[in-house]
């Protein structure tokens, strides 16, 4: 059955956290555990993520960098049904990886203007070169992506295709965790095929 959230209009008083717990038998890590809370205004989707129990690397702080392989948090969102889909991926230093596109080998991406628009912030901060292994280590993540950036005008029951994830491709050990469940044999988040539905309410 297709996942779906309805996520409110303005901040609530108390965030709701979804888990992030699909594995998919992809035989990684099976302790680490993640979820997210998500809204929205007229200016911004606004997500925040929690991850716990993983490893924490960062290791590559450039905008646009393969930030998947450090410790990280993704949301992805197909706006229209036969439209492109956008790729937000963060890692813990704060760094993003975005872009958009119809197939996954035709990217196009984000400009340093365009990725200047997505306010983001990692509690606690973390220094660039951390490396630590194991399952000891909690961290959260904000980010406020911009609707105008993906040609979105917010409406209440508007409905959009989405997933969220949290990842460490070089992690020690790696996790690739999903909020919609994803079909495949081995990880691979761009699957819109997959994604799960977003009402705004």
């Not at 292994?133 to 911009?146: H, K, V």
Request: aromatic share 14%; with cysteine; glycine share 6%.
């Amino acid at each position: 059955m297709k996942k779906e959230i309805t996520i409110p209009f303005g901040m609530p008083e108390r965030l709701e956290y979804i888990p992030v717990d699909n594995r998919n038998g992809w035989k990684l890590d099976e302790v680490t555990e993640a979820s997210f809370a998500a809204w929205y205004d007229r200016e911004y989707l606004h997500v925040h993520f929690r991850t716990s129990k993983a490893p924490l690397f960062y290791r590559y702080s450039g905008d646009q960098s393969p930030v998947s392989r450090d410790s990280c948090v993704e949301v992805f969102v197909k706006p229209h049904p036969d439209g492109e889909y956008w790729n937000f991926e963060f890692n813990v230093g704060g760094s993003v990886n975005a872009s958009h596109r119809f197939v996954r080998p035709e990217p196009t991406r984000l400009t340093s203007s365009e990725i200047a628009t997505i306010r983001r912030r990692a509690v606690p901060e973390v220094a660039l070169g951390t490396e630590i292994s194991g399952n000891g280590n909690s961290w959260d993540f904000e980010a406020d992506i911009p609707w105008e950036l993906m040609g979105v005008v917010p409406a209440k029951d508007m409905r959009l295709q989405a997933n969220f994830y949290a990842c460490a491709s070089e992690g020690n050990p790696p996790y690739c965790l999903s909020w919609a469940p994803i079909d495949t044999p081995e990880p691979d988040f761009h699957r819109p095929e997959f994604f799960g539905d977003i009402v705004l309410g």
